[in-house]
């Protein structure tokens, strides 16, 4: 294993799931804000006849619902990432799955011009479901990164000892948080224009019940992660 490679994270205590809680209630309470304000700006203005003030409201009101909605999902995920039956575990084929991830998010990636290359992937043991959606944040997270502008994102897994090592990296800015670790945080914002989500935090639950670890390596330029999976897990 490499010497840069950081101990193996413990198991999220119940201090890390109450910060967890909380800043997802306090996410949750500026869009629910935002629409309790415009809808009853929306019954007032209804008597005045104000249809600009109106139709504006209407958008406040429907952005605000996608947001509170968002963060639901997102509290959703990381609670099914927590609660994964290692007695159901079957071999699942991670080049499977990265391609179900690379449909369910082709119109984002053919949108922004992203680029998506990938090596030959291994089965391993798990929940098929959770692998995928492993895939899916990990490539959400670059998409969110690159923003309009595309970025080249390569995924590549090897044999090390009894373990895989995955690596995903992109050829973005550097990681906007310091140090690295911060970026598995549940609803930090790495950009000001970014709405913040548990993905990568819910990716590294999904890592750490299969037995591995994930963790962030400090580049001048781009982004890489690198998790880690046992090449047998005992359910």
């Known amino acids: 294993m490499p010497a840069s490679q950081p101990a193996m994270q413990a198991n999220h205590t119940d201090a890390e799931l109450s910060d967890f809680l909380l800043k997802a209630c306090h996410d949750l309470r500026g869009p629910l804000r935002t629409m309790r304000i415009h809808t009853e700006l929306l019954n007032h203005n209804r008597s005045a006849a104000n249809d600009q003030e109106s139709e504006q409201s209407v958008e406040f009101i429907a952005n605000g619902a996608l947001a509170a909605a968002a963060v639901v999902d997102g509290i959703a995920d990381y609670a099914l990432a927590l609660a994964i039956d290692k007695s159901r575990f079957q071999m699942v084929p991670l080049d499977v799955m990265l391609r179900a991830a690379i449909a369910k998010l082709a ?85 000001a224009n970014q709405r913040p989500g548990p993905g990568l935090a819910t990716c590294r639950a999904i890592v750490e019940r299969h037995g591995g670890r994930l963790w962030a390596e400090a580049e001048s330029n781009g982004c890489v992660l690198r998790f880690s999976l046992p090449q047998s897990v005992q359910a």
């Open 107 to 191: 119109t984002r990636i053919r949108e922004t011009h992203t680029q998506v290359d990938y090596g030959e992937l291994p089965g391993v043991m798990g929940d098929a479901d959770r692998l995928m959606q492993l895939f899916e944040y990990l490539l959400d997270h670059a998409l969110r990164r690159g923003g309009s502008k595309g970025l080249a994102v390569k995924i590549s897994a090897e044999s090390q000892n009894d373990q895989w090592l995955f690596t995903v990296c992109d050829d973005g800015p550097a990681l906007a948080v310091e140090p690295p670790e911060r970026v598995f945080t549940p609803f930090v914002r790495m950009h």
